[in-house]
C-alpha cells in the first residue's frame, strides 16, 4: 500500500482552500494535515466552513506550523503575498502547489503585467506551469507547480488545438463568463449581491486583463510544439483581445473564442475531430457536437469542449465550459500533485457535475 503524502494548506479560509480541503480529504494517497488561516487560526474547520461539520477535523494554524508540518504545501493565497510563503516551503525542501499567480510568468511578464516586483524572482526557474492536459510530461517530480488561472484555462483548452494545428489566425478574440466566485471570499463592493444579481458586466477588457499573459504564453507554446511541450520555452503566440464578463453566478465561466484562421478549407466536423484527437486520453476533458454549458460542470472538474466554423464569416468559434473552482483551481491542482506524484491523474476529484 502506497504511505499517504502529508499535505498542508495554506489560504484554507478561502474558496480555494474550500474546495482543496473537500479533494485532499477523499484523497486515498493523502492525510491532509494541517490548514493554515490567519483570521481563523486557533478554530475549528466548521468555523469557517459549516458544510465539513461533523465530517472531517482540523483547527487552524499559524502559516509556519503548517509548512513544518506537511511534505506538500498546496497554496490558495493571493498574489505577492504568496511568494514569500511559498519560498519557506521550498527552503526546508517540500513541494508546492501554487493556486496564485507568483510564478506562472517569467519576471518580465509578472512584472508588466502585475504592476510589481516579484518577491522571488530566484525561485522562478523551480516553476512548472500546469495546464495539466498540456504540460503533463514535464510535471513529474516538479518541485513547484504554478497551477493556471481560472480565465486562462479556459481559453487556453479551447484554443490549444487550433493553436498546435496551425488554425489560429494572427487574432484571436476571447469572450469570457464568469461566476462571482473567481473573485474570492473577501467582500467588496463590485462583487455585493445587489450589485451583481440581474446584471451582467463587461471588466478588464481590451488588454488590462492579466490572464491575456498567460493565454498568449500558452498558446504561443502549443503552436510551437503541438501538444506535448516544455511550459518554459517561450514562443512568440497570436495576440488575445481577452474581455471577461462578471454573470450573476456562483461559479462557473463559459469561454467562447473567435479566430480566422488564414486556412478556409474547414467545416465543423473536421473541427471536432482535430480537437477529439488533440484531447485524446485526457481524463477530464469532453469534446462534444453540443454546445457547452456551465451547469454542466457545477461542482466538477471536467471541462466541455466545442467548435464551429463560421463559413460565412470564415471564423472559427472555440467553446470552454468549466468550473472556476474545480478545473480552474482546486480540481486542476489536485490533477497536478497526482501527475507530479505518478498517481493516478483524476484521484480525489469531482467528476460529475450537480444539476440543477
Ligand atoms: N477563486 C477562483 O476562482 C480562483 C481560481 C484560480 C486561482 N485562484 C487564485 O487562488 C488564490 C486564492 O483564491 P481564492 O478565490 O481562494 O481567494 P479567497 O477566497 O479570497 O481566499 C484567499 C485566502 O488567502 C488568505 N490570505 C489573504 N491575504 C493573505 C496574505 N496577505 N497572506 C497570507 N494569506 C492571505 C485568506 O485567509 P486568511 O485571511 O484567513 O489568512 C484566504 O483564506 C488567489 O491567488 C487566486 O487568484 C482563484
Redo the contacts with the bound molecule.
Keep these: 500500500m502506497t504511505q499517504k503524502v502529508r499535505v498542508g494548506i495554506?489560504?484554507?479560509?478561502?474558496?480555494?482552500?474550500s474546495g482543496l480541503i473537500e479533494r485532499l480529504e477523499r484523497h486515498p494517497h493523502v492525510e491532509l494535515a494541517a490548514l493554515?488561516?490567519?483570521?481563523?487560526e486557533g478554530q475549528p474547520l466548521a468555523t469557517c466552513w459549516p458544510q465539513f461539520a461533523g465530517l472531517f477535523e482540523h483547527t487552524f494554524q499559524d502559516?509556519e506550523s503548517v509548512v513544518e508540518a506537511c511534505e506538500v504545501l498546496f497554496y490558495?493565497?493571493?498574489?505577492g503575498?504568496?511568494a514569500p510563503?511559498v519560498k519557506l516551503a521550498i527552503d526546508a525542501g517540500k513541494n508546492v502547489i501554487d493556486?496564485?499567480?507568483d510564478f506562472r510568468l517569467t519576471q518580465n511578464e509578472y512584472e508588466t503585467w502585475y504592476g510589481q516586483t516579484h518577491p522571488h524572482p530566484e525561485l522562478l526557474p523551480l516553476a512548472r506551469y500546469g495546464l495539466t492536459e498540456l504540460h503533463r510530461e514535464e510535471l513529474p517530480g516538479t518541485q513547484l507547480v504554478a497551477?493556471p488561472?481560472?480565465n486562462a484555462s479556459a481559453a487556453s483548452l479551447a484554443l490549444a488545438p487550433l493553436a498546435a494545428n496551425g488554425l489560429l489566425g494572427e487574432n484571436v478574440i476571447a469572450h469570457v463568463a464568469t461566476g462571482v466566485?473567481?473573485?474570492?471570499?473577501?467582500p467588496s463592493l463590485p462583487f455585493h449581491f445587489t450589485e451583481v444579481t440581474e446584471n451582467v458586466k463587461p471588466y478588464k477588457v481590451a488588454g488590462t486583463h492579466r490572464h491575456t499573459a498567460e493565454i498568449e504564453a500558452t498558446l504561443g507554446r502549443a503552436k510551437a510544439s503541438g501538444k506535448r511541450l516544455e511550459t518554459h520555452r517561450r514562443t512568440a503566440g497570436p495576440v488575445v483581445s481577452f474581455n471577461p464578463h462578471l454573470v450573476p453566478m456562483t461559479r462557473g465561466i463559459l469561454a467562447t473564442c473567435y479566430t480566422r484562421p488564414e486556412k478556409n478549407l474547414l467545416d465543423s466536423e473536421r473541427l471536432l475531430g482535430i480537437y477529439r484527437e488533440y484531447y485524446r486520453g485526457d481524463p477530464l476533458i469532453i469534446v462534444q457536437d453540443e454546445l457547452p454549458q456551465t451547469k454542466a460542470v457545477y461542482g466538477s472538474d471536467r471541462t466541455i469542449l466545442s467548435v464551429r466554423y463560421d463559413a460565412r464569416s470564415q471564423i472559427v468559434v472555440a467553446f470552454a465550459a468549466l468550473d472556476?473552482?474545480g478545473k480552474?483551481?482546486a480540481g486542476q491542482a489536485v490533477q497536478n500533485f497526482n501527475v507530479v506524484n505518478d498517481f493516478e491523474e483524476t484521484l480525489g476529484l469531482q467528476l460529475e457535475g450537480v444539476w440543477p
Design positions: 495554506l489560504g484554507a479560509s478561502g474558496y480555494g482552500g493554515a488561516s490567519r483570521q481563523f502559516h490558495a493565497t493571493p498574489h503575498a504568496t510563503l493556486l496564485s499567480a497551477n488561472g481560472c466566485s473567481g473573485a474570492g471570499r473577501a472556476n473552482l480552474g483551481a
